[in-house]
């Protein structure tokens, strides 16, 4: 059962442009929604997070938009750039415990 | 050190063949996971440690996957009689536990496993 689901596979957006990374998920006691940044043969780091009690979350060019009643979070990166191209996850959790993740996005930033 | 460290860094192993791989948490980290990503995947879940406690091995695909931290610190995933479906990479992962209310993890790089 796929409890997370993440799309688009893949992005290709020119350098300044905005990334945007959608993810829907079914279990409603989920309370920690992470996104994660992953390098080629690299572990997944973490890049930002939000708790359903809040709407949006932002830091620097990374912004998570929640909405709880659709069971949707996105993240959006701003003035997206050629270091930002990576696989990008979405997960959720229901407090400390394992991690859900999504399929993952390939997101190319073109100079 | 710094960071979760996770070695042999790759390892290839024939089938049948047993392999042990180990995880060194950040010191202190109280949490421990490990997760297994099959290429072009998101990593799933596979075990979970509270101190030397295993609190949830629901993501254990089989009997022949068996994980351990003795000390509350190192922990080893092993796997017997490996398959070819067993190849992917093996991620660790630390945090400072939900007691702390640190909710994040830091993974370590991964070991990456090819059976052949």
């Known amino acids: 059962q796929q409890q997370v689901k993440q799309s688009p596979q893949s992005l290709i957006v020119q350098k300044g442009g905005i990334s945007i990374i959608n993810c829907a998920y079914e279990n409603t006691a989920f309370d920690y929604f992470p996104w994660y940044q992953q390098f080629p043969g690299k572990g997944p780091a973490l890049l930002i997070a939000?708790?359903?009690?809040?709407s949006e979350k932002k830091e620097g060019r990374f912004t998570i938009s929640f909405n709880k009643s659709a069971k949707q979070f996105s993240l959006h990166i701003m003035d997206s750039q050629p270091g930002d191209s990576a696989t990008y996850f979405c997960a959720a959790s229901k407090g400390a415990q394992k991690l859900v993740f999504g399929q993952g996005t390939r997101l190319t930033i073109n100079p | 050190g710094a960071g979760v460290s996770q070695s042999p860094r790759y390892k290839v192993a024939k089938r049948g063949q047993d392999v042990a791989l180990r995880c060194d948490p950040i010191?202190?980290?109280?949490?421990l996971f490990w997760y297994q990503q099959a290429l072009g995947q998101g990593p799933e879940f596979l075990t979970y440690?509270?101190?030397?406690?295993?609190?949830?091995k629901s993501g254990l695909p089989s009997d022949r996957f068996f994980a351990e931290r003795p000390e509350g610190s190192v922990s080893t995933l092993k796997i017997q009689r490996t398959q070819q479906e067993d190849s992917a990479v093996y991620l660790c992962a630390s945090s400072l536990g939900h007691g702390q209310g640190h909710y994040g993890y830091t993974f370590g790089s991964g070991t990456r496993l090819t059976v052949v």
């Open positions: 939000i708790r359903p009690d809040v």
């Open positions: 010191s202190g980290h109280v949490s």
């Open positions: 440690f509270q101190n030397e406690a295993q609190l949830d």
